[in-house]
């Protein structure tokens, strides 16, 4: 009848950048006929006009959308684009890319996922609390660069290849036992490793950054249950557990360097060519924090002429790693003189865990937007 209005549309989500399908059993919940659901697994990087518009375009029709921390970004000129958009829900607690003043002026609620599970009745009571990946023993990427450090040092990768194609052993290992590791960032996840190498290997621990005291990593050291005064075995009887040094210092002296540094735009190029210049010739540089931390230019530069013994990176400044990539280039690293490389895909987070119960909050929060209630975990 002419004046009534038409049926209500049918509310939208749009679930994005889950490349291994992790999200589709925490919206089964979810009947067809309250929400439609679209699973993309695949990411557009809005880094030229012809990707924004059609980053624009996949997402335009929908009224929610959630996303991975730090796979697709959000900037101004992507939310004003989306007049929809009346819900962004991401996994996790990283919002570097997504322009939250923009969110906040547009009305936009943007929610996060902490990690720690669903509040309701559809919790999984046989699966334990999981403990606050805020604590950074607990947070999967202290895992994931420790892996990284001892495939790196064992050479596993490239035994690993070495064998499958015929071959023996590829050359030797590097023991870590007493080695110095040099933490650049040493807040919850680098004072996490720190622990571990100081714990696990006698490693004399030097840590820098911009604003870091030695007051500050003393205090670090107890939190994470070290005496901040036992050095290390056999050590200078006057070096702390965690020696807070110059940044120079630390990448002359480090044997294994690992960054677990905030990204911003005084800390892009952190790492250029002055730094890898001072690294010893048997050094190992390990990022599973952030790619734009180090210039690549020059970190390339320096592993094609084996200025290094190798270099461990699960980041990179285009995510996912562009085909043609210098960093994709099969049986190269290694071999003729250059350093060796271990390449991983942004896997520091990618947790069984964490991954599913991010999803499982993620849902909980679709549910309750629905429901009329307010969304759980608001930034903005």
């Known amino acids: 009848m002419a004046g009534q209005p038409g049926p209500k549309r049918q509310p939208s989500l749009a679930i994005i950048d889950d490349y291994l399908g992790v999200s589709k059993p925490h919206f089964a919940n979810l009947p067809p006929e309250r929400i439609s659901i679209t699973t993309f697994k695949d990411t557009i990087v809005p880094n030229n006009e012809v990707e924004l518009n059609r980053l624009v375009e996949r997402l335009q029709p929908f009224d929610v959308i959630s996303t991975v921390r730090e796979r697709t970004p959000f900037p101004s000129s992507v939310l004003r684009r989306l007049p929809n958009l009346k819900l962004l829900l991401a996994t996790g607690t990283q919002f570097e890319t997504f322009d939250l003043a923009t969110a906040r002026e547009l009305g936009l609620p943007v929610a996060a996922a902490p990690g720690l599970g669903r509040t309701d009745q559809l919790a999984n009571t046989s699966i334990p609390p999981r403990p606050n990946i805020k604590k950074g023993g607990a947070h999967p ?185 210098p960093w994709r280039q099969d049986g190269y690293w290694g071999r003729d003189g250059r350093s060796h490389l271990l390449t991983t895909p942004h896997m520091g987070y990618v947790d069984e865990g964490l991954m599913n119960t991010w999803y499982a909050e993620t849902a909980e929060n679709v549910e309750r937007w629905l429901d009329g209630k307010d969304v759980l975990h608001r930034i903005a």
């Open 141 to 325: 990427t202290t895992q994931h660069t420790w892996a990284l450090i001892l495939a790196l040092a064992r050479n596993v990768a490239i035994d690993d290849a070495t064998m499958k194609r015929g071959g023996w052993q590829s050359g030797l290992a590097t023991g870590l036992t007493g080695l110095t590791l040099g933490i650049v960032g040493l807040g919850r996840l680098g004072a996490a490793v720190a622990r571990i190498g100081h714990l696990a290997w006698g490693m004399q621990v030097v840590c820098w950054s911009a604003n870091l005291t030695q007051e500050k990593a003393d205090r670090m050291a107890a939190e994470v249950g070290l005496d901040p005064q036992a050095g290390v075995p056999g050590g200078d009887a006057t070096s702390k557990t965690f020696q807070v040094v110059s940044k120079d210092e630390l990448f002359r002296t480090a044997d294994v360097i690992s960054l677990h540094y905030v990204l911003s735009e005084r800390s892009r190029g952190l790492v250029g060519e002055r730094e890898l210049a001072l690294m010893k010739q048997s050094g190992l540089l390990v990022n599973a924090s952030r790619g734009p931390l180090i210039d690549h230019e020059a970190l390339l530069d320096v592993l094609e002429r084996g200025g290094i013994r190798g270099a461990a990176l699960d980041v990179f400044d285009t995510e996912p790693l562009p085909s043609e990539s």
